[in-house]
């Protein structure tokens, strides 16, 4: 009882704050500088990874780039670039990918918990830093046929919500998190992937996203924008409706023509 | 272009599809029979499984029990009540519970993903069975300080609405698949939990609304229901007020203290 009248005492500031989240809509945010500031990328060898260590180059930060695979993670042309940027590091963190589902989970969720786990202890203490998790629009909606992927990116969207509130808990405010969470992007993972939303996203567009968003301290962001819509519709519309919906959405890619030639 | 027509020209059955959920919520709905079927229970030991287990056991399902413990799964009263009702198993999935990140993923995702792996291709032949997840309200929302638990659980709900859709794209709508979300259970998991939502949550009330969720094949089981409006919340307030709406929920635990008193 006592509970509700607090929340209704709390109507004058819902709208208050609803008023200052559309003004704030239009009014463009201020960029942090990331110049000098140590940036740890796993995953840097390619894709997004790749791209943003090469925009984190230009900003003039101190880059660490760690990836998978030794190959992959051979910064050759990478390294040329940002030279007189900063320092670069290549390390292994793992062996190799696999299709199983504890590798997707290791890849995808676990080797962000270790790393974070690392590195959130002495960020906390200076109260400074700032912990990007990549997840993806298949943390938020589902995707037939990417059970694995789509329950770790699940985990990585719960990781990135469960720290962000736990760091307010703590009152370390300066420890800021973003998320990203784009649709399909063509680097090679899924194979012809194609949605009725639009074309498959270039990397390049992804990482201009994350870097604004980084740099103004946006908590989550998704590429494109509609798919915040997305999630919110999920929540309201029938189920039969949203049964509908995704056929016209109607998500494709070749794995699935593989799966199901197998099944068959 | 077409992509928003053909969302448009659905607009009337959005209307029509929301009536019917609507006037769905008045009829009470049918429950089918377990009697005779096979009901595999991981974590059958203790709190939610156990007492699901004698739910079944009431209804002549032959049942097969697994815990993770065998102490805890040392199942004496549960086997004496069900003596008659059906067959008992029990068996040993893990060796010990583990605090540790990988452990909790194990435990709360990774186990359910091998039996669900195990069972699912027989279901799928069959176009006959039913899966149930046992998440939690914080695999939808954030605790502060159960942070590797509410990524796993995110993960635990990922999973289930995957499945979900897999299960439909694969046309095996015989296969059911059902995910319980509950609010803190007094089950000695977390100690001393309180939230000015209501009162802490007995077993006994978690598993009636879980029995009722499974025979009338109900997806998406939050206990209470009011966790469903929260997670709709979430999405539409802005970040400031959810903040100010936290402080009211006001969850604690005794983790808490014990975390904090740690780090200060």
């Known amino acids: 009882m006592k509970f509700i009248l607090d929340v209704v005492l709390l109507l004058p500031l819902l709208v208050l704050f ?12 201020k960029k942090k500088s990331v110049s000098g500031e140590i940036v740890l990328i796993t995953g840097a060898g390619h894709g997004i990874g790749r791209q943003t260590a090469y925009e984190f180059a230009k900003l003039k930060s101190k880059l660490v780039l760690w990836d998978i695979n030794k190959v992959k993670a051979d910064v050759g042309d990478v390294s040329i670039l940002i030279n007189n940027a900063g320092v670069v590091y290549t390390s292994d963190l793992f062996a190799t990918q696999d299709p199983q589902i504890e590798k997707t989970f290791e890849v995808n969720v676990l ?31 589902v995707v037939p046929f990417l059970l694995a ?21 703590l009152e370390r405010t300066g ?13 090679g993972f899924i194979k012809n992937p194609s949605t ?15 870097m604004n968003g980084i740099l103004t301290e ?6 494109p924008s509609s ?3 997305l999630t919110l519709v999920e929540r309201i ?15 494709k890619f070749d794995a699935v023509i593989g799966y199901k030639a197998k099944k068959q």
């Open 18 to 29: 609803s008023l200052e989240s559309l003004v704030k809509l239009f009014i463009p945010k």
């Open 175 to 187: 420890v800021k998190t973003t998320c990203l969470c784009p649709n399909f992007i063509n680097t």
């Open 196 to 210: 009725s939303l639009g074309p498959t996203l270039e990397p390049e567009e992804v990482v201009n996203k994350l």
């Open 111 to 141: 080797a962000h918990f270790w790393t974070t786990k690392a590195f959130l202890p002495a960020m906390m203490e200076n109260n400074h830093g700032h912990i990007v998790t990549v997840a993806s629009a298949a943390g938020h909606t």
């Open 149 to 169: 992927y789509c329950s770790s990116k699940f985990a990585a969207v719960g990781f990135h919500r469960a720290l962000t509130d736990e760091l307010a808990a």
């Open 218 to 223: 946006e908590k989550m962001i998704f590429v």
């Open 227 to 229: 798919i915040r819509l």
């Open 237 to 251: 519309f029938p189920e039969r409706f949203l049964m509908l919906l995704k056929q016209k959405v109607n998500i």
